[in-house]
């Protein structure tokens, strides 16, 4: 039988009702004691890594959580991180960039609604999610209502509904069916993952709303060190309020900028019109074309803890990891 660790973090999966509202409360042994099926699929160890409400989690936790992988590893045949739905996105997008090329499936999943509430979406999410961690499955990926997305392609559409996550610009690499895997993609690995250590937080995002000035963007760029603009469409800037100017001071001065798109599908396209071409033609700004902002934000805080170096950063940011971007590949066929 496989032996797969539970790494506990908090969640509404394992919250519960307070005086103050639902706040994570159960442990990871208590969890696994309300599902008695797991006992079918696998050994289980449990491990209390967190017990946050996933708006608190942050880059630090990321690291922790891959320490806490890397760690046990060699122990176990695979990992399920039970977490909150709010920031499962990025958690799974930062962990594929912080482990890389793991053989063994790393699944997160969660809930919409605790695990002690008479309807709950809990044990179905956590029963489905030990089976794809002992599956093989590699990589990180999210398992949730039945899907299994790709760590870095993953998205909360939904704040209520059990259909609470989509796979962006990318097919979900299977479904569970009555309890059976059907992986329809199976994701590139190495022999052994590569573990990173570092990231930088100072990344920035910005949405940009009509009738907007620069004045925003430079606050954020003298705080940090990237900023994500979240344009319009296919992408581009105003040509009033001095967005130009903005963006080509702050790149002469060394910092990253990325033009992405509000849009939920498709995708970035900067070439397209006069208002994005002259980004990349005059500014060379770098453009996230199918990336999530999730994967983006997550991508660029791990290039800039390993690199200062804005060419390096720039090539990295276009060098597919656990495919989150597939443009620049596909305009080199
Ligand atoms: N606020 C909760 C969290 O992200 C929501 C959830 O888990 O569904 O921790």
Redesign the pocket.
């Known amino acids: 039988m496989k032996k797969i660790l539970l790494i506990g973090t908090?969640?509404?999966?394992a919250?519960e009702m307070t005086a103050s509202g639902?706040a994570?409360e159960l442990s990871t042994r208590q969890l696994v004691a309300l599902v008695p099926a797991l006992a079918e699929i696998c050994e289980t160890d449990c491990m209390e890594l967190l017990n946050?409400?996933?708006?608190n989690i942050g880059p630090l936790h990321w690291l922790q959580m891959a320490r806490c992988i890397q760690t046990q590893y060699d122990a176990y045949d695979g990992f399920v991180l039970t977490?909150?739905?709010?920031?499962?996105a990025y958690t799974a997008a930062a962990l594929s960039y912080l482990i890389q090329g793991s053989p063994k499936p790393i699944v997160l999943t969660?809930?919409?609604k605790p695990i002690g509430f008479e309807t709950t979406d809990s044990k179905e999410n956590l029963t489905d999610a030990f089976r794809c961690a002992a599956s093989d499955l590699p990589g990180v990926s999210i398992v949730f209502n039945h899907q299994v997305i790709l760590g870095v392609r993953a998205r909360k559409t939904h704040t209520k509904s059990f259909q609470?996550f989509a796979s962006i610009n990318y097919p979900n690499l299977g479904i569970l069916r009555d309890g059976v895997l059907l992986r329809y993609i199976r994701q590139d690995c190495l022999s052994k993952p590569v573990f990173y250590d570092r990231l930088n937080s100072r990344v920035a995002l910005v949405k940009l709303v009509p009738g907007m000035d620069r004045a925003q963007a430079d606050f954020l760029l003298e705080r940090n060190d990237a900023l994500i603009i979240e344009s319009f469409g296919v992408g581009g800037l105003p040509e009033q309020g001095g967005f130009f100017d903005c963006v080509r001071h702050w790149r002469n001065a060394g910092k990253l900028l990325v033009l992405t798109t509000q849009v939920a599908n498709e995708g970035s396209d900067l070439g397209v019109y006069h208002v994005g071409r002259r980004l990349k033609d005059d500014l060379q700004v770098l453009e996230a074309y199918d990336m999530t902002t999730e994967a983006v934000t997550a991508k660029l805080m791990w290039i800039l803890g390993q690199t200062q170096d804005l060419a390096l950063a720039e090539q990295l940011f276009y060098t597919p990891v656990a495919r989150d971007i597939l443009w620049p590949v596909r305009n080199q066929a």
Do not use: V, Y
Request: aromatic share 0%; no cysteine.
């Open positions: 908090g969640g509404t999966i919250s639902l994570p946050l409400d996933s708006t977490h909150g739905t709010d920031t499962m969660g809930a919409q609470a």
